[in-house]
């Protein structure tokens, strides 16, 4: 399904009310805010999808979370535990 004109407008003023919300002292030019701000605000929405996401996966028993010594989180298969 198609998205109208003023649905995608909406889209994109919704995208950068949450990008204003989360970084209030920003400005930028059109250019800018189309590359920049948009991207990040749809990455960091992305992300936290992604979190919630694996989270839910985490809850399942299907993947498990990993703190490397270096203190980074890794995602996996919860069933390569028994491959090793």
Known sequence: ???????????V???VARYLLAHP????T??????WWLSRQR???????V???LELLIDRGLVE???TADGVILFRSARSRTRT
């Open 51 to 53: 979190q919630a996401a």
């Open 43 to 49: 990455q960091d929405d992305a992300s936290e999808l």
């Open 65 to 67: 979370r990993r703190t």
């Open 13 to 15: 003023a919704n995208v």
């Open 25 to 28: 002292d920003a400005s930028d």
């Open 1 to 11: 399904m198609m998205t109208s004109g003023n649905e995608r407008t909406e889209e």
């Open 30 to 35: 059109l250019d800018g805010i189309a590359r």
